[in-house]
C-alpha cells in the first residue's frame, strides 16, 4: 500500500537555526498536507499543497511540493522554541479517500 | 473557532471487552474519520465515513471495529473485544469536503488496555 516517509525522524536545533523536513511518497499524490503535533496534543492543519513543483509560505515555514507530486519538505527559517513538535506531511493519493500521514521529524529547539 | 470534541479523554478497559469512543465533529463538515496513533509513533488511518457509510478503512479497522453516526451529531468508534495492542491515542478529525480544506482533529481518546 502507499507509504509515507520523512526524514530526519528527529532533529535538535539550537534556537534561531534552519530546519528542514523532507517527505517521500512510494506513490503519485494528488495533493500534500502538512501537520503539526505539539507534545500530547493533536495534529494541528497547517497547509494543503495540490500543484507540482508548488510553494507556500506561512511567515517563516515554506512548503514544497514536489515536481513528480511524490515529495515535499517543510522549511523553518530561524526556528523558536514555539516552533517545537513533530511535523507530520500527510499524502492524498489518487482516487483514495485515505489521507496518509508520514512518519513526522520530531523537532527539538534548544533556548 | 469550531472544534471536534472527543470524549472521554482517557479510558482504561480489561482486554476483552468493549469500547466505544466518542466523537462530536463540526457540525458544518461532511466527512468524518479515525485515526490512531501508538505512543510516540505515526499518525495511522482507521476508516472515513461519508453520507452514512464507509468509504475507505484500512487493514486495522477489520471485524472487531465498527463506526457509527447515530444521530446528527455524534460519530462513535466501537472495539468490540480489545486486545492489548488496542493501546494508543484515538483521534477522530472531519472536514468539509474531501481533504481539500485539511482535516480538523479531536483532542483525542487515550486507550489503555490492561
Known amino acids: 500500500g502507499q507509504q509515507v516517509m520523512q526524514i530526519p525522524q528527529y532533529q535538535h536545533v539550537q534556537e534561531g537555526e534552519d530546519f528542514t523536513t523532507y517527505c517521500n511518497s512510494s506513490?503519485?499524490?494528488?495533493?500534500i498536507q502538512w501537520y503539526k503535533q505539539r507534545p500530547g496534543g493533536h495534529p494541528v492543519f497547517l497547509i494543503q499543497?495540490?500543484?507540482?513543483?508548488e510553494v507556500k509560505k506561512q511567515k517563516r515555514l515554506t512548503f514544497q511540493f514536489g515536481e513528480a507530486k511524490k515529495n515535499s519538505s517543510l522549511h523553518i527559517t530561524a526556528t523558536q522554541t514555539t516552533d517545537v513538535g513533530t511535523y507530520f506531511c500527510?499524502?492524498?493519493?489518487?482516487?483514495?479517500?485515505?489521507?496518509?500521514f508520514g512518519t513526522g521529524t520530531l523537532l527539538a529547539v534548544q533556548p | 473557532e469550531p472544534e471536534v470534541t472527543q470524549t472521554p479523554s482517557h479510558q482504561v478497559t480489561q482486554m476483552g471487552q468493549e469500547v466505544i469512543l466518542r466523537c462530536v465533529p463540526i457540525s458544518n463538515h461532511l466527512y468524518f474519520y479515525w485515526y490512531r496513533q501508538i505512543l510516540g509513533q505515526k499518525v495511522e488511518f482507521l476508516v472515513s465515513f461519508y453520507n452514512n457509510e464507509i468509504s475507505e478503512k484500512s487493514e486495522i479497522f477489520d471485524d472487531q471495529f465498527s463506526v457509527e453516526r447515530p444521530d446528527g451529531s455524534n460519530f462513535t468508534l466501537k472495539i468490540r473485544s480489545t486486545k492489548l495492542e488496542d493501546s494508543a491515542m484515538y483521534f477522530c478529525?472531519?472536514?468539509?469536503?474531501?481533504?481539500?480544506?485539511?482535516?480538523?482533529f479531536g483532542s483525542g481518546t487515550r486507550l489503555t488496555v490492561v
Open positions: 478529525a472531519s472536514s468539509i469536503v474531501r481533504s481539500n480544506y485539511g482535516y480538523t
Open positions: 499543497l495540490v500543484k507540482s513543483g
Open positions: 500527510a499524502g492524498l493519493g489518487g482516487a483514495t479517500n485515505k489521507l496518509i
Open positions: 506513490t503519485t499524490l494528488s495533493n
